[in-house]
């Protein structure tokens, strides 16, 4: 298969359909996630949808008795009186109401009954009242109203609690006397489908009625819905389970006291539930039995008729003849405020009127189980055709064609949802679509762009940021057939390396090499080097290449004595982590090189050759002859004036080079100024040994190995020293010492 792939698509095609894939992967779990913030976007689409194609035609079953500012004004402020909520009650019936539901709640009892009256005057005096000249039945207002619900099409609300209620010592509150009316529930369900106790809304609580109320209405409803996470509301529960019993909406409970229903059905699948039948009519659902509003409009869409009007019978005969009505309110204070796709301000009474208008005029908003099969193919195959497009054409030629594909999932999506009242969401297909194109355009721009490719692939790894930058901006002005130059080199190798490594096992050998290089290499890039490669722990490095680096000598001199300060800090760190310490000899030198591109046509390295490589790297491997960290040219010496001390070491003939090298080791000013006593004495003693007073110059150099330190450096000379007194050289001599091996 592999093979097959080769053969049909080229290694740059391969990368694209690669991270096409992967695109599409990325979105298929995000889609799975649905992360709030997309959730939040496709609400956005949703209500852009309804509020752009919803339909007016609502029904004129559902209308609004409301507790309006007019009602208040002239009755008096809320609550009333429940003899005055009986006589609206009645009065309803009587202009020809189907069923008459309350979203309100009568959890307390009337405070105004005569009978409470005397109970609080009793309580506060200790005296008996009387009331003469009442209506029979009038003492207590609640027992009035129970009558009252007892003869007619009333619904009483009530509010479910979807989270225990506690006790002020922490405890669950039972919920007692708790009269609300269940409703019969036929499941058709097929083996394997989950009970529908265990997918409907859970109450685990609930506000309720005054017994006395409760019993005596035919029907209770709950009122709870909650929103979606966006604070808005899109949909509601049809049914709540609570105590393994099935409990009916307001909305729900009104329609089947209107229609003279006793029961429903309730159709599950394997994932849930289906749909509500009643009666002919079939309600589709998610799976936890919650219907998405199909909203009209904004408040008042639907017939609002003044509760004061009713009181007041201004309404003609049969005025509300077979609807059905829900008493809300909309004024100040009381306005039972609800967020909407069409309207942040929408009555909560309004939405149950809704909900009877859908399901009367089988007018649905469905997203059906299958959507969201369909949305992962639409937008899996949005993202595939995007990268077998961008594999063979540029993006600029695209840009039209995928806008054409966005428009089509876009209309498709309209279609769907204006003629058949689906909502099948765009969102992740055009996420994918666009996360597609941005990928792989650009990767395509970035493997275009050779110059680019090639700096990035070829120098990223050793080369100084501010050398990269300025290929970037003048890619002609890198050569790469090489060519010869003043480049200036440095080696660095740590001593012993190999017996320390003894002492270590692979992983911290690997660890050791890491820690050290990583700061080394740093510091190389940071002033303006080049990086050639890694040799086991040796590291070479060069200067002026592949762009002119100013003061190339003396950036490369700093690098050094950089390096040996880091080598400090690092010890302390080494000394803790390996138990020992390490010790670094660089070796640095300054010459014409031949530098560019060496090896073979398939497999080349960007470094130098010639003989100052060599003598580079045979400074720095004098360093441990010498005893010392660093030692330079005479061309670094000559390239950096008197910004530092120089101090020369010796004169001497490399293995393999017949002309002789003076060579120095280095200290800043400051570094120098500490030590000037020695190196003024030094100086002394390396005169008198370059005029052959070697008895002189052993004395000198005795007196620095006593005072001073440095061992390997002074001892080398006190020895040198005592072997040219006993065999002295010519007059022809030159202070030139050979080394003969490397």
């Known amino acids: 298969m592999a093979s097959l792939f080769k053969r049909i698509f080229k290694k740059d095609q391969l990368i694209l359909l690669g991270v096409g894939i992967t695109a599409s992967v990325i979105m298929i779990i995000l889609f799975g996630i649905q992360p709030s913030f997309l959730r939040f976007l496709d609400y956005k689409i949703y209500d852009l949808y309804l509020d752009k194609y919803h339909t007016t035609n609502a029904t004129d079953i559902p209308v609004i008795i409301d507790l309006d500012e007019k009602s208040l004004a002239e009755l008096g402020q809320w609550p009333w009186p429940r003899y005055r909520v009986a006589r609206l009650l009645k009065y309803l019936q009587a202009y020809g109401a189907a069923s008459v539901a309350t979203d309100i709640i009568f959890a307390e009892p009337d405070n105004t009954s005569p009978v409470a009256i005397q109970r609080q005057v009793k309580k506060a ?275 039209l064609p995928l806008l054409g594909m966005g428009y089509a999932m876009w209309y498709g999506s309209v279609y769907m949802y204006v003629e058949e009242r689906f909502y099948i969401s765009p969102l992740y297909s055009f996420l994918n679509l666009a996360l597609t194109f941005i990928l792989l355009t650009i990767i395509k721009f970035w493997r275009e762009e050779h110059a680019k490719k090639f700096i990035h692939g070829a120098f990223a790894h050793y080369l100084a940021p501010s050398v990269i930058s300025q290929i970037m901006d003048n890619p002609d002005s890198l050569s790469l057939d090489g060519q010869e130059k003043d480049i200036t080199i440095q080696f660095s190798d740590v001593r012993n390396f190999t017996s320390l490594s003894e002492k270590l096992t692979p992983t911290q050998v690997t660890e050791l090499l890491h820690d050290y290089l990583t700061p080394m290499t740093k510091i190389i890039t940071d002033y303006e080097g080049t990086l050639d490669k890694f040799i086991g722990d040796a590291v070479m490095a060069f200067w002026n290449a592949p762009l002119d680096i100013e003061n190339h000598q003396e950036k490369s001199l700093q690098a050094a004595l950089a390096q040996q300060d880091k080598l400090e800090e690092l010890n302390k760190f080494f000394i803790e982590k390996f138990g020992f310490t390490i010790a670094v000899g660089i070796g640095i030198h300054s010459g014409p090189v031949r530098v560019g591109n060496m090896g073979s046509a398939d497999l080349f390295d960007y470094t130098l050759i010639g003989d100052n490589v060599n003598l580079a790297s045979r400074l720095e491997s004098l360093t441990k002859f010498y005893g010392q960290k660093l030692i330079v040219s005479q061309t670094i010496v000559d390239a950096s004036g008197d910004r530092y001390y120089f101090r020369i070491l010796d004169s001497v003939r490399v293995k393999g080079k017949k002309e002789p090298v003076t060579i120095f080791t280095a200290y800043t000013l400051d570094q120098a100024k500490l030590r000037k006593e020695e190196l003024q004495l030094y100086a002394k003693a390396h005169d008198l040994y370059l005029s052959m007073a070697f008895d002189k110059a052993k004395k000198v150099f005795q007196e620095l190995k006593d005072s001073y330190g440095e061992p390997v450096l002074y001892t080398m000379y006190i020895e040198r020293c005592e072997q040219l007194q006993e065999n002295p050289p010519g007059d022809a001599w030159d202070g030139v010492y050979t080394h003969t091996t490397k």
Request: proline share 8%.
């Open 125 to 399: 005096t200790n005296r008996d009242i009387t009331f003469k000249g009442l209506p029979p039945g009038y003492d207590d207002n609640d027992k009035l109203l129970a009558l009252n619900l007892k003869t007619g099409p009333f619904i009483l609300g009530f509010d479910f609690q979807t989270k225990a209620p506690l006790t002020e010592d922490g405890k669950v509150k039972e919920t007692i006397n708790c009269f609300i009316k269940p409703v019969q529930v036929a499941v058709l369900a097929p083996l394997g489908a989950p009970s529908p106790h265990d997918v409907l809304h859970k109450a685990e609580g609930a506000i309720c009625p005054l017994p006395v109320l409760a019993m005596a209405a035919p029907r209770t409803g709950f009122i709870t819905i909650s929103p979606d996470q966006d604070s808005v509301y899109r949909r509601v529960p049809l049914l709540y389970s609570w105590n393994e019993k099935f409990y009916p909406s307001l909305a729900i409970a009104a329609l089947m006291q209107g229609m003279g229903m006793k029961s429903m059905v309730l159709k599950m699948t394997s994932q849930g539930i289906e749909s509500i039948r009643l009666g002919k009519i079939v309600i589709p659902t998610d799976k936890n039995g919650r219907m998405l509003i199909n909203y009209r409009g904004k408040m008042k869409t639907f017939q609002y008729i003044s509760a004061v009007d009713v009181l007041s019978r201004k309404l003609p005969p049969g005025a509300l003849r077979g609807k059905i009505a829900f008493i809300g309110t909309s004024a100040s204070g009381l306005k039972d405020i609800r967020s909407t796709p069409l309207d942040p301000g929408f009555p909560g009474v309004e939405a149950h009127a809704t909900i009877i208008d859908n399901i009367i005029s089988k007018q649905f908003l469905r997203i059906p189980d299958w959507a969201i099969g369909l949305e992962v193919v639409i937008m899996v195959a949005a993202g595939l055709v995007t990268t077998l497009l961008l594999m063979w054409a540029q993006a600029s030629w695209l840009i």
